[in-house]
């Protein structure tokens, strides 16, 4: 087994595998192996500095996930995130839990969390071999810290986050005019102000063919954009295949949500995707997530009209009383 550094910073339910203390991981109940995963570069990539809608419209509805390069944001930007992401993690678990007060939150075991980022109770569900920081943009100038390292995280995160709204709402845009949605009605199925970051890591894991760093999900947003670094883990699912997302340097990964699929009318795909554990590395990723305006209501052929508030009560019902999220199928209608 190869040896974890710091296992001070790990949640203690990730420690017991390298000191042999048992808790309860919920591991038991699904042995199920996982299943091998292909590596594949087909994954579209798109130009930034020369969007060719035809095949942005191909990446929506052939594979709901694309790679962007020419994106505009600072290399030294990217990079100096997921040094102060590292630097951060290898805090004391107990020191996270003092340091990440509202309105960021620190979380760990699950990805499920409640508006206002605690984690939702894990229920039934197996335990993900992740821990993260959750950061609301809109709030995040209301953070006040001393810790130097946090003063500096809240700055590269406002840099960050301001390029990531413009990237988002400009692709949305795209898309929007792929769809000839209604221009009024589409300003209103994105809003920078409900952007949130969510910085994980995934600890090392000597059950990696036992445990995932996150189980398989759809992301409940508009659009989510994932800057990963070089150890691989996510895998995406494409025409019943799993396939691996090669982490290449640099490049930025969109991946269409719930919401996009709805507001498509089911011809963009929410795509399924998951991260798989790893015994030798720990990974690190940064995520953002982008939603439709408060009150929009969402317009569709397909799922009587909803808002993203009503999507999530839904969500966090479905957690809480089945342990797993049902996702649109709730509001699908019959036909
Ligand atoms: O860390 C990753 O690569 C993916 C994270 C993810 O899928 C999520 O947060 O929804
Ligand atoms: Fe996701």
Known sequence: MSEVRNLKSYPPVFRQQYTGIQQNTGLDDTPTQIQEAVDDDAIPVLDFQCLNLGKLREACEDWGFFRLVNHGVPLTLMSQLRDHARNLFSHTFESKQELFTKPLSYFW????????????????????????????????????????????????????????????????????????????????????????????????????????????????????????????????????????????????????????????????????????????????????????????????????????SDFQAQVQQDVKTLGFKVGLERFRVAG
């Open 109 to 308: 075991g699950t990805t499920a969390l409640t508006p206002t980022g605690a984690a939702l109770s894990i229920g039934s569900q197996n335990i993900n071999w992740v821990e993260g920081f959750n950061i609301p943009l809109s709030q995040l100038s209301q953070f006040q810290n001393e810790n130097e390292t946090l003063v500096s995280f809240r700055i590269l995160l406002e840099e960050y986050g301001s390029h990531l709204a413009r990237l988002a709402t400009a692709i949305f845009g795209a898309m929007a005019e792929n769809l000839h949605l209604d221009p009024e009605l589409s300003k209103t199925y994105i809003s920078e102000s409900t952007g949130f970051v969510r910085v994980y890591r995934y600890p090392q894991c000597s059950m990696e063919n036992e445990a995932w760093g996150i189980n398989v999900h759809t992301d409940s947003s508009v659009l989510s954009v994932l800057n990963q670094d070089q150890v691989a883990g996510l895998q995406v699912l494409k025409d019943d295949n799993w396939l691996q997302v090669k982490p290449i340097p640099d490049t930025l990964i969109f991946n269409l949500g719930d919401m996009m699929q709805a507001i498509s009318d089911d011809k963009y795909k929410s795509v399924k995707h998951r991260v798989k554990s790893n015994k030798e590395k720990e990974r690190f990723s940064i995520c953002y997530f982008v939603f439709p305006a408060e009150g929009s209501v969402i317009q569709s052929s397909k799922y009587r009209p909803f808002t993203y």
